[in-house]
């Protein structure tokens, strides 16, 4: 039966739009003979099966009639079910690889896969098919690749190396290298309001010199380029055409009129959005037209960790909310009682569906008409057009109708993700939710409520596998985030659109539209970063498909379980609260179930990837934080699992982005004090996101100076080295207040000499001028040189002729092999302690440090394979102990 007793769920659409949509993804990844050949052969095996099927009907026809006895022709019999779905599902098949065959033919198409291949320079005209964005760096630091901008478009002219010209339509990726923006920092994705992608649309006349991230679709470029193979041979591009970003573009051709209304449009939502809060400012327009340009890294990942990133793309939901306020509740839309704003001012129905025809061409124009956006209205619409008329039995046909018509449109999408995780969402709330919304109200749980739990757990209960194929994770509170964000979404994205429409006609109003937009849209961020920064919010999974098909299983496997928990509400209660602890992990609990943290910790390195962020302890939860590490997240998590609150000094050791780019999960939700840096800002752009970040917290910025002394609680230390020159210990030792300010930095301490890189060998880059401290906790010793590199190390053992032996050193640059013996031998470490990431490029640890380590006696851990690090004890009791070990778990003794 159907939803709501309606009778069996018409299935017939189902296998010939799976069969499409298998067949192209196999393949539009082949070639275009391959293709054509798969799409003949099924279209000849549905014609045969056709025609087989058709005779034997005949021939039972006319037996029939030359029966004895026979006195009435026999009535005609329909075709059989069974065979009728064989020809539908060869004839999807034979359409799917017609389709894939042409696509493939474009790709192949014309003389620039040759020239791609041979590496040739060729000037092109060509056409832009989408919005331009900027890669991020898989791998922070220094050595990261800077970001480039990447555009999709279509080459229509190409000229190459010996003159000969061509018209062609063959699709392109061109990669932007080196285009000067103050975006390359940590915060690359927040950008300037005139930066933005639809700016073109208010500068008509900028033809001449637009920035690359400025064009908007159907612009037409010429450009001198270098030509490379795509990245992979199943790829939709025929070729790769790298452009130098020093020069602007050379604008041939305005985009098409479509094109710069949505830009005004888009251009309009961000003017009225530029003066709210950091976050509404980069969610408000990826709310309403999925422009997520100016999302900062931090609350990106944030999104990811609690499966909200479907709020942030174009879907189905955004058209479904504004139909649903032009229309009223779905299942009244054809009564008497309907309501909405049409029954409201008195529109008949067919105005009123005219009326969302018009919405629904609006959507698709402003967010785009690209193929993600289309199939987004089409999911949208077959959502409202099946519930409004109460056929839910129409519900999965015609999603299958879409899918069928869309893959067939761009066979590209059966191997889009997106479009995978897109059609199983709506599959999900089209016919388990109702489902499992009417046995949670049969259980007496409110009907909202039961409707908001049944779409959120059966939409994550479908997308769950495939999102672990992606990241190899799973989030433990993607369902409790996506029914807290359901909260604020609907007005969001009301105001959202209102203040779209509104800015091209009066900016003022739609400043006041987005203001009042901004306060659900901090709702919901502020969900996001508190549900990513739980402890326990994700879970490590095995990737790839194998990974996905387990985590099915499980899932199926929770499913049937809980179904028959919820006859126990008690049962349920427990278990809620289990998971609720499993999530949050308060330390206390987390101590006596997990061993971690240990008791009587000094010292932690967390756990953060390549990078570095280490802890120590000042007190019952305040601790001095020495760098951030690369990510938000995982510096947040590790400092709520260590319960601090109370951060009375951040110390940034140098300004590369695996040192800095976590401080915002550093500075969120606690108390901060100072934050204190190098004096050198280099990378000039890591050290503006520093201070954009610090103003936006509140929190104050020193400099810190060779020779200065500090001490909070059980914890002092004295900094020996910045780079810059080095000071002589002061006679007197500044304390850090109770109320968690430090005193300090170039005002509060005064330097006596100016060594520290006189002698020519301290060097001139960022890791030189890192703030290197000696710190003292409980009579445990710790040297931590940054990220020194020998020229410095030999400069700062020269400078510091008295410098004592260390029990602890973290050991500088992640371990890498470029380090001063010298210095080795002098701190002499009991424990050698190495921030790095897994399987990192750099080949961190370099082998020939850790041999050198160990062979001095020092016992070696590595957050890369032993995870965050906890040092405990003192004297002959020092001991360091690491994450998931437990509190009798393997224990490294000096």
């Known amino acids: 039966m159907g939803p709501g007793g309606e009778g069996p769920t018409d299935l017939r659409l189902v296998p010939p739009a799976a069969a499409a949509w298998a067949t192209a993804a196999i393949t539009v990844g082949t070639s275009t003979a391959w293709a054509a050949v798969v799409g003949a052969v099924a279209l000849a095996a549905a014609v045969l099966l056709a025609a087989v099927s058709l005779l034997r009907r005949r021939a039972r026809s006319e037996s029939a009639e030359h029966r004895p006895g026979h006195l009435s022709p026999a009535p005609r019999r329909a075709p059989n079910l069974r065979t009728a779905t064989v020809v539908a599902v060869l004839l999807g098949t034979a359409a799917a690889g017609a389709s894939a065959a042409l696509h493939r033919a474009e790709v192949e198409q014309g003389p620039l896969p040759d020239l791609a291949s041979r590496y040739a320079t060729v000037t092109a005209e060509l056409e832009v098919v989408a919005d331009p964005r900027r890669s991020r760096p898989r791998t922070p630091g220094p050595g990261a690749l800077p970001p480039s901008v990447l555009v999709e478009a279509e080459v229509t002219r190409l000229t190459g190396p010996d003159g000969s010209v061509t018209a062609t339509r063959t699709p392109v990726l061109v990669v932007v290298r080196g285009e000067p923006t103050a975006a390359d920092s940590p915060a690359a994705a927040r950008k ?35 030509t490379a193979p795509p990245f992979t041979g199943s790829e939709r591009s025929a070729a790769v055409l790298r452009v130098s970003g020093e020069e602007p573009p050379i604008v041939v051709g305005e985009p098409s009129g479509v094109q710069r209304l949505a830009g005004r449009l888009r251009a309009g939502l961000k003017e009225a959005t530029d003066g709210l809060p950091a976050d509404a400012r980069a969610l408000l327009p990826g709310l309403v037209v999925g422009d997520t340009s100016r999302l900062p890294p931090d609350l990106d990942a944030a999104f990811r960790a609690t499966d909200l990133t479907h709020l942030l793309a174009v879907s189905g939901s955004n058209l479904t909310i504004v139909l649903v306020l032009l229309i009223g509740p779905p ?122 739990l049944a779409a959120a757990t059966a939409a994550q209960a479908v997308c769950a596998p495939v999102v672990a194929v992606l990241a190899a994770r799973v989030s433990l509170v993607a369902v409790p985030c996506n029914l807290l964000a359901e909260l604020a979404v609907a007005p969001a ?50 990737g790839g498909w194998r990974g996905g098909l387990l985590l099915a299983v499980g899932t199926v496997l929770v499913l049937w379980v809980g179904r028959r928990l919820l006859r126990h509400p008690a049962l349920v209660l427990v278990c809620v609260l289990l998971l609720a602890l499993t999530v949050v992990r308060p330390p206390p609990l987390s101590r006596i179930i997990a061993g971690w943290p240990p008791p009587g910790w000094r010292f932690v390195m967390c756990d953060v990837g390549q990078g570095d962020a280490t802890v120590l302890r000042a007190g019952t939860g305040t601790a001095v934080v020495v760098d951030a590490g690369p990510d938000p997240l995982l510096v947040d998590r590790c400092l709520r699992t260590l319960g601090i609150t109370r951060i009375p000094m951040v110390l940034l050791t140098h300004f590369h982005a695996d040192h800095v780019a976590g401080l915002p999960g550093v500075l969120r939700g606690r108390e901060v004090g100072v934050i204190q840096t190098t004096g050198l800002r280099e990378p000039a752009g ?79 880059g960022a890791n030189d001028a890192s703030v290197t401290l000696l710190a003292r906790i409980a009579g445990v010793t710790l040297f931590l040189p940054g990220d020194l590199e020998p020229p410095a190390q030999r400069a700062l053992l020269r400078s510091q002729p008295g410098l004592p032996r260390a029990d602890v050193l973290k050991v500088a640059h992640h371990g890498s092999a470029h380090q001063d013996p010298g210095l080795l031998a002098r701190v002499s470490p009991r424990l050698a302690l190495i921030s790095c990431g897994a399987d990192n490029s750099y080949g961190h640890p370099a082998p020939r440090t850790l041999s050198v380590l160990r062979e001095s006696g020092a016992a070696v851990l590595r957050t890369d394979r032993d995870g965050a690090v906890a040092v405990t004890g003192e004297g002959d009791e020092l001991q360091a102990l690491h994450e998931g070990s437990g509190a009798a778990g393997e224990v490294q003794r000096s």
């Not at 897109?422 to 499992?436: D, N």
């Open 192 to 226: 300037a309001p005139s930066t933005a992608p639809d700016a073109q649309a208010a500068a008509p006349h900028a033809r001449s010199s637009p920035s690359w991230t400025d064009l908007l679709p159907s612009t037409r470029l010429r450009v001198r380029a270098g």
């Open 331 to 452: 299942g009244l839309a054809m009564r008497a009682e309907r309501r909405g704003i049409a029954a409201r001012v008195g529109l008949s129905l067919r105005t009123t569906a005219l009326l969302g025809g018009a919405l629904t061409i609006g959507f698709v124009i402003v967010c785009r008409p690209d193929p993600s956006v289309v199939r987004a209205a089409a999911c949208g619409a077959v959502v409202l057009l099946a519930i409004a008329t109460g056929r839910r039995r129409a519900l999965l046909p015609a999603l299958a109708a879409v899918v069928l018509v869309l893959v067939l449109y761009d066979p590209w999408l059966s191997r889009s993700y997106g479009f995978l995780l897109s059609v199983l969402a709506t599959g999900a709330l089209l016919t388990l939710a109702p489902r499992w919304a009417a046995a949670l109200r049969r259980r007496g749980v409110p009907a909202r409520l039961a409707e908001a």
């Open 493 to 542: 994205t009301v105001l959202g659109f209102a203040a779209l429409a509104a800015a091209p006609l009066v900016m003022p109003v739609a400043k006041g539209l987005a203001w009042c937009a901004s306060w659900p849209v901090g709702w919901i961020a502020e969900v996001a970063r508190t549900g990513a920064a739980l402890p326990g919010a994700e879970v490590d999974w095995p």
């Open 686 to 764: 890591q050290a503006a996101f520093v201070r954009r970040r610090a103003a936006e917290f509140r929190v104050p910025v020193s400099e810190a100076v060779a020779g200065e002394r500090r001490r909070t609680g059980e914890l002092s230390w004295e900094v020996l080295w910045t780079g810059s020159g080095l000071g002589t210990p002061h006679d007197h030792v500044d304390a850090v207040g109770s109320g968690g300010d430090v005193p300090g930095g170039s005002g509060s301490a005064t330097s006596d000499a100016s060594g520290g890189g006189s002698d020519g060998e301290s060097g001139s």
